[in-house]
């Protein structure tokens, strides 16, 4: 059973960074694209920023793209998530997602286009 294993949140101030880190382990396959999700308290889970495994394709919400950069280490089924100059409305749970096969329909911002999901990590930035 594949498992994705986030890593790298914490606390940090108002303006600083993070990198996050999510790892595919177990009967690893080579997903065809990975993704960042996040979930404030009362609020539905967003997409963050994704990126296809050969790396030559990602995705952002627009509002984050400035300060988000996802990239990839093939050879570690690894990706990773780095936020600059975090705001306190960055303060979430982030999840990272896999999905498995290639497909000609695929919606990075989707939910449902993922198939496998961490179990998370706390980002928390305070004023």
């Known amino acids: 059973q594949a498992q994705l294993v986030e890593s790298g949140g914490g606390l940090v101030q108002a303006g600083g960074s993070l990198r996050l880190s999510c790892a595919l382990s177990?009967?690893?396959?080579?997903?065809?694209?990975m993704g960042w999700f996040r979930q404030a308290p009362g609020k539905e889970r967003e997409f963050v920023a994704a990126i296809s495994m050969s790396g030559e394709t990602t995705y952002y919400q627009a509002a984050m793209k400035s300060r988000f950069t996802i990239s990839i280490e093939n050879a570690r089924n690894t990706v990773y998530l780095q936020m600059n100059i975090l705001k306190p409305e960055d303060t979430a749970v982030y999840y990272c997602a896999a999905k498995r096969d290639p497909s000609n329909y695929f919606r990075p911002t989707g939910r449902t286009s993922y198939d496998y999901w961490g179990q998370g990590t706390q980002v928390t930035v305070s004023s």
């Open positions: 177990g009967r690893t396959f080579t997903p065809y694209a």
